[in-house]
Every structure is written in structure tokens, then in C-alpha cells.
């Protein structure tokens, strides 16, 4: 469960200098947005000392009781392209349904939330969303009160500007619960 490890965060200032302080004795992988999915907020790839996109070619840095400074330089991937994704929530008789709809878009495998803010949903089901192009992303939609929330299923899929994703509200909460367990499992 990734939310269990220990992570150190450091930010760089304008000239990509960075500081992490305090660093536990262990082993450590250092890296660029290694532990959340690209958002419009943070666009870029996950990036691994020695500037490797894939954590199976990374090193691990080991830090000692007592280590001095040591200094590790990475290079910056691109930034990803945004790119608005539209989409928008029905019933099961293909109409925006009455009872404020929401989304949810998340991590892949329904984990942290991408979205800093709730997504604005029209009078017809319809919602816009700023996402990093080629990124895996998954999402779910509900309405009605909490007790009695119709969602959908939820989904994965992949950015992109040109498709539009479709949530039908069909699913009693245990139903959805039953499908994120599923989406949710390696």
C-alpha cells in the first residue's frame, strides 16, 4: 500500500536547486513526481535519479547514521502537454439526472484525488477537465443523497483532447463498491 512508505518532499526554487533535510538512515529513490500521477498543477513524467522514466533502472541512494550533504543532479522531463477532456453523466435513460451529479477523476486504480477543486457539471451532465495528455487516469460519477447515491461505473482510461467519456448512473453503492474493489486490485 503506497500511501504506507515513507516519503521526504523537497521542492525546487526557480534554478532547480533543491534541499531535503533529515533524511532517516535507509535506502531511497530520488526522483521527480515519482509519487503521484501528472496533473495540470505538476505536469510531468515520473523521472528517477539517474534520469530513468521506468523505477526498474533506478538507484537506490543509501543514507548512513551521521551522512554529510551529497549532491544529486536530475534532469527535468518535458512538461506534458494539457489538454481539456470533456465528458458527461446520464441515467439509464441517457438524460443528465436531476439530483446534482458529481466526478471523481483519480489515480489509476482509484486512488488520490487529480482534482484540487470539484468539477463544475451542467444542467445537461456536462463537465470539462484539464488533464495531462497520455496519462492513465480513473474516474467515477455519482448523484443523490449519500445513502442513496447512484453511481457509475467506474473506469480507467487515458487523456486525451479528442474523446469524450460517458458515465451512465446505473450502480447502487454496493454494486460500485464491488467494481472499485476489482479496478482497485493489481
Known amino acids: 500500500k ?12 526557480e534554478r532547480g536547486v533543491y534541499v531535503i ?6 535506502e531511497y529513490f ?5 509519487r503521484r ?16 522514466h521506468d523505477v526498474k533502472d533506478a538507484v537506490a541512494i543509501a543514507f548512513m547514521e551521521g551522512a554529510a ?20 453523466i446520464i441515467n439509464t435513460s441517457g438524460v443528465a439526472p436531476e439530483s446534482r451529479p458529481e466526478i471523481r477523476i483519480k489515480e489509476p486504480g482509484l486512488y488520490g484525488q ?11 451532465g456536462r463537465f470539462d477537465v484539464q488533464l495531462c495528455e497520455g496519462v492513465r487516469y480513473s474516474a467515477f460519477a455519482f448523484a443523490g443523497p449519500t445513502r442513496d447515491a447512484v453511481y457509475s ?10 474523446e469524450e467519456l460517458v458515465f ?7 454494486e460500485f463498491n464491488e467494481l472499485r474493489r476489482k479496478l482497485a486490485q493489481p
Open 2 to 13: 503506497r500511501w504506507l512508505n515513507p516519503r521526504l518532499l523537497g521542492e525546487s526554487d
Open 21 to 26: 533535510d533529515g533524511i532517516p538512515p535507509g
Open 30 to 34: 530520488l526522483g521527480i513526481n515519482i
Open 37 to 52: 500521477t501528472p496533473t495540470k498543477e505538476t505536469p510531468y513524467a515520473a523521472t528517477y535519479y539517474p534520469n530513468t
Open 69 to 88: 550533504v551529497r549532491s544529486y543532479d536530475l534532469i527535468a522531463p518535458e512538461r506534458l502537454r494539457v489538454v481539456t477532456v470533456r465528458g458527461r
Open 114 to 124: 487529480i482534482e484540487a477543486e470539484p468539477l463544475k457539471v451542467d444542467g445537461q
Open 153 to 162: 461505473e467506474p473506469m480507467e482510461f487515458t487523456a486525451r483532447a479528442d
Open 168 to 174: 451512465v448512473l446505473n450502480k447502487s453503492g454496493k
